[in-house]
C-alpha cells in the first residue's frame, strides 16, 4: 500500500489561513476521523476538526475532499483551510501524523505523485515551478501556457507524427504487396521528415527568447575605473547596492542586481573597471568583468566626460567582444557634460545621462525596457524553456537529419533514426526513459507542492 503523504502547502506560519494537504490512499479514513464525516465531493463544509486519541478540538476549519483520480495528485486529496497560527498548524501536523501509513511529504511529492499518475507530463511540472518561481508578469504568462499543456502538448504531436511515419515505412517494407499500400509511401515519409526538420529547427532557434525569459536578460556594465558604473547600477536599482567613493577601482567583484522592466526580468551586472593593473585581486575583478561581458546579452559602456571610450587600445573593450554582443555607449555623469561626442559611425547606441541630477534616466530605462520586449517577447507561441528541452531537441533534429540524409542506406536504418528522434521528444515530456531525471527536477520543488 502506497503511504499516504501530508504538508502545509500554503506559506510560512503564522498567516491569516494555513492550507495543510493530505493525498493517498487513508485520506477519506482521516478526514473522517477528524470531522466525523467525509464531505460531499468537491464541496466546501465548514467543521470542527477534533484529535481523535482525545477528543480535543484542533481547530474549526475549511475541509474540501477531491476523490481520485479526479484530484491535482490522481489520488484521493483533502485540504484543510485552517487558522494559520503556528500552534494550530504544529498541532494538525502531529495529529496527522499519527495515522498508521501516513507521513511528511517531500519537496515536490505531491506534484511527482500527480506526473506518476499521468496528470501532468515533465513540460507541465517545469512550468509549475516556474509559475512558483515566476518574478515578473511575462514570466507568469509564459509559465501559465507551459503549466497548462501547450509545450508538452506540441512535442507529443511531434511525436505521433513520426510514429505514424514510422509506421508507413513498415506498412511500406512489410506489405508492399498489398494493393491497398501505396508504392510511394517511404518517397512521401522521407518529405514528411525534412518539413518536421524544418519545424523543430524553426521552434528551436525561436525558443532562446524563451529560455531568456525564463533566466533573465542579462545586461553588464563595463568601463574605466570610476566611470560612474556603480553610481549609474544603483540608480538604475533604486538603491544603495554598490559601494561608491572617488576613488578608482572600487568595484573588485561582480555585483548583480534583479529588475522588472515592464514585466520582463533583467540581471543588472555591475563590474570591475577595466584597465592595467599589477593588482593580483583588480586583476581577477578584471578578468571575471570580461567573462561576464561574453555572457551578455546587453553591454552598458560607462563612459565619462574625457574617459576612455570603447575602442581604446589601452583599456577599452576587446574588439572581439564588441563584436560578439551588442554595445551601448552610456555618456555618465552627464550634469557635467551637455552634449557628448557621437559616435562617428552611427552603430552604437548613445544615451547620455546623470545618477546624480536624474537627467537621460528615464530615456535610459525607456531604452532598457524596450530592448527587453524585443529581444524577449515570446507571443503566443509555446517555447522550450530550459536547457533540458534544447538538449532532446538537438538530439531529435539529428536522428531526423541523419534519416533524410542515408538515402543510400536501407529503409529499416532510416526508420530506426526516426526512432531515435520519437524517443527524444518523449523524453522531454517523460514519455520515455526519465527515471534519473526526475530527482533532479522534483528536488527544487518547495515542501506541499
Not at 26 to 33: G, P, R, S
Not at 48 to 60: A, C, H, N, S
Request: hydrophobic letters at 40%; charged letters at 30%; a negative charge.
Amino acid at each position: 500500500m502506497a503511504e499516504t503523504i501530508y504538508a502545509l502547502s500554503s506559506g510560512a506560519v503564522p498567516s491569516g489561513v494555513a492550507v495543510i494537504r493530505v493525498s493517498g490512499e487513508k485520506t477519506a479514513k482521516i478526514v473522517k476521523a477528524l470531522c466525523g464525516r467525509v464531505p460531499p465531493v468537491r464541496s466546501t463544509i465548514l467543521s470542527k476538526l477534533v484529535d481523535p486519541q482525545t477528543g480535543e478540538i484542533l481547530d474549526e476549519a475549511l475541509v474540501i475532499y477531491f476523490q481520485g483520480p479526479r484530484s491535482f495528485t490522481g489520488e484521493d486529496v483533502v485540504e484543510f483551510h485552517c487558522h494559520g497560527g503556528r500552534a494550530v498548524v504544529s498541532r494538525m501536523l502531529a495529529v496527522l501524523g499519527t495515522f498508521d501509513n501516513c507521513r511528511p511529504a517531500e519537496p515536490g511529492e505531491f506534484t511527482r505523485r500527480a506526473f506518476d499518475r499521468g496528470r501532468m507530463d515533465l513540460t507541465e511540472v517545469e512550468g509549475l515551478a516556474d509559475l512558483i518561481a515566476a518574478e515578473t508578469e511575462s514570466q507568469r504568462k509564459q509559465a501559465i501556457r507551459q503549466m497548462g499543456g501547450a509545450l508538452g502538448k506540441l512535442y507529443e504531436d511531434w511525436r505521433k507524427r513520426l510514429i505514424h511515419m514510422r509506421a508507413m515505412i513498415e506498412a511500406d517494407f512489410d506489405f508492399a504487396d498489398e494493393e491497398d499500400v501505396p508504392g510511394s509511401v517511404a518517397d512521401e515519409v522521407w518529405q514528411e521528415t525534412a518539413v518536421l526538420h524544418s519545424e523543430i529547427s524553426d521552434h528551436l532557434e525561436r525558443s532562446r527568447s524563451g529560455e531568456r525569459l525564463r533566466s533573465g536578460l542579462q545586461v553588464v556594465l563595463m568601463g574605466a575605473p570610476n566611470a560612474g558604473k556603480s553610481s549609474l547600477l544603483n540608480a538604475i536599482a533604486g538603491r544603495d547596492v554598490a559601494i561608491v567613493t572617488e576613488e578608482a577601482g572600487t568595484t573588485r567583484d561582480v555585483i548583480e542586481v534583479h529588475l522588472d522592466l515592464g514585466g520582463y526580468p533583467v540581471t543588472l551586472v555591475d563590474t570591475a573597471g577595466l584597465r592595467r593593473t599589477d593588482g593580483v585581486v583588480e586583476k581577477e575583478g578584471i578578468r571575471r568583468a570580461e567573462a561576464k561581458g561574453r555572457e551578455a546579452d546587453l553591454i552598458l559602456w560607462a563612459v565619462e566626460p574625457g574617459g576612455v571610450d570603447l575602442e581604446d587600445t589601452a583599456s577599452g573593450l576587446p574588439e572581439d567582444l564588441r563584436q560578439e554582443v551588442p554595445v551601448w555607449r552610456i555618456h555618465t555623469k552627464g550634469d557635467l557634460e551637455t552634449h557628448p561626442k557621437q559616435d562617428s559611425s552611427g552603430t552604437i547606441k548613445e544615451i547620455a545621462c546623470s545618477s546624480k541630477s536624474d537627467e537621460g534616466m528615464s530615456a535610459l530605462f525607456g531604452a532598457l525596457t524596450h530592448f527587453a520586449e524585443e529581444t524577449i517577447s515570446i507571443g503566443e507561441v509555446p517555447l522550450a524553456t530550459r536547457e533540458r528541452h534544447r538538449h532532446y531537441l538537438k538530439d531529435c533534429l539529428a536522428g531526423l537529419r541523419t534519416a533524410i540524409e542515408s538515402e543510400h542506406l536501407p529503409t529499416e536504418l532510416r526508420a530506426e533514426d526516426l526512432r531515435r528522434a520519437a524517443d527524444a521528444l518523449g523524453r522531454i515530456t517523460g514519455r520515455i526513459d526519465v527515471e534519473d531525471l526526475l530527482d533532479v527536477i522534483f528536488r527544487d520543488f518547495c515542501i506541499g507542492k
